[in-house]
């Protein structure tokens, strides 16, 4: 036996006999059959590579101490910075003391534009007073209903009703820290002294409470998470009113 001969029976890939290499029709359709489920199984696995698979799973959370932030981006157009806080309540009643806040608010024009910035460093209310503090109080916006508004008030009203008749708005954004209890929060004008607010507005009927919810949600950010209140809007003609949203986080 030859070199050649040695050579050629060592071949992996040997020539096809003539009879197997016949083109019939029932091997084209075996054929045909073969790539569609070549490619639907391809297909499968691609589209199953590519998704994201979101699971929901249910735990009883063990953390004690730990706060809950809240993330807040909402838009009162009718309604100018100076006269607007938030106030965060817990289920007890009181409203929370020290509380850690990150708020911003940002002054707009008529055309929602930005044109300042104030930064909260103390956005919510501290404990509640006595009685008597309480009546203590009232006494004293009594005293000064009577005698008159000092300077600082005066400069307020001034401000806020140029401000009102610039048709200024506010964007309040930020994130909000409260327990983990059951509670809630409101941005509201309820800051202001009502002798104050009754000499800017002239009546609880011409505050306009309208807003835009941008992004209000509870938590860390997850990737894709959905918020139920996000992209709400609620916009008063020449009315007020109170909005309450109820949520279970």
Wanted: proline content about 3%; charged content about 20%.
């Amino acid at each position: 036996m030859g070199v050649k001969q040695v050579l050629r029976a060592m071949d992996a890939f040997p020539r096809a006999e003539e009879h197997l290499l016949q083109k019939t029709k029932s091997g084209a359709f075996v054929s045909i059959v073969g790539l569609v489920i070549m490619s639907t199984l391809f297909l499968h696995e691609l589209s199953y590579y590519l998704n994201t698979i979101t699971v929901h799973q249910m735990a009883v959370d063990l953390r004690r101490g730990e706060t809950l932030p809240i993330h807040i981006n909402m838009t009162f157009p009718s309604l100018p910075c100076d006269v607007l806080s938030v106030d965060a309540i817990d289920m007890s009643g009181k409203h929370e003391v020290d509380l850690d806040t990150n708020i911003w608010k940002l002054r707009l024009n008529s055309d929602g534009h930005i044109t300042g910035t104030e930064y909260l460093s103390d956005l919510v209310e501290k404990e509640h007073k006595h009685d008597d503090h309480k009546d203590h109080h009232d006494d004293s916006d009594n005293k000064t209903h009577m005698q008159g508004f000092d300077q600082d008030a005066e400069n307020l009203i001034k401000k806020v009703k140029q401000a009102l008749a610039h048709g200024e708005g506010c964007r309040v954004y930020g994130v909000l820290d409260v327990q983990r209890v059951a509670g809630n929060f409101h941005i509201s004008v309820h800051g202001l002294n009502i002798f104050v607010a009754q000499k800017i507005f002239g009546g609880t009927t011409h505050v306009n409470v309208s807003h835009i919810i941008h992004d209000l949600s509870f938590g860390p950010k997850y990737p894709g998470g959905h918020n139920p209140l996000d992209g709400t809007e609620r916009i008063l003609r020449g009315a007020s009113g109170t909005f309450k949203y109820y949520i279970k986080v």
